[in-house]
């Protein structure tokens, strides 16, 4: 073989090998990729039924439950428009309460009730996700325009 054809071989193998590596790279950001979702876009069953998402939004007053075994608990996350049930087992954070923000991230189950694999509460009075404080906004301005169109 010349070592023209040897270098040609040498260089197809490593655009190979890179390619390769830039395939496995691409397929594992997509399968890590989580989006978040207000719970009037779940309500609206624009969230993937069979992926995982984000949820969140502030915890409905009243709604905190905490089953017999002591690690299985049942809340309701809204954004002042719609408001979607939320299980999940496991240790809340401490921060963690009714009228306060949180996001939960997990995957709808076909009954419509949000499976939590995780749940994070805000650390602080003033934080909350950039997200879930748009999605809460936006839910107060079309509830707003909602009472003004029906009140004229």
Do not use: W
């Amino acid at each position: 073989m010349k070592r023209r054809h040897k270098r040609i071989g040498i260089i197809l193998v490593g655009l190979g090998g890179l390619s390769l590596a830039a395939f496995l790279v691409a397929s594992a950001f997509r399968q890590n990729l989580v989006f978040f979702f207000s719970p009037t876009q779940v309500a609206a069953k624009e969230a993937p039924v069979d992926r995982t998402f984000r949820i969140g939004g502030l915890v409905e007053d009243g709604t905190l439950q905490r089953d017999g075994d002591g690690l299985t608990v049942r809340f309701t996350v809204t954004d002042t428009a719609a408001s979607i049930p939320v299980v999940y087992k496991g240790i809340l954070p401490d921060l963690f309460k009714e009228g306060r923000g949180c996001v939960a991230q997990g995957k709808i189950g076909p009954d419509g009730v949000f499976q939590a694999e995780q749940v994070l509460a805000k650390h602080d009075e003033n934080y909350m996700p950039p997200e879930a404080g748009e999605a809460i906004d936006k839910a107060k301005h079309a509830k707003e325009a909602a009472k003004s169109v029906v009140a004229n």
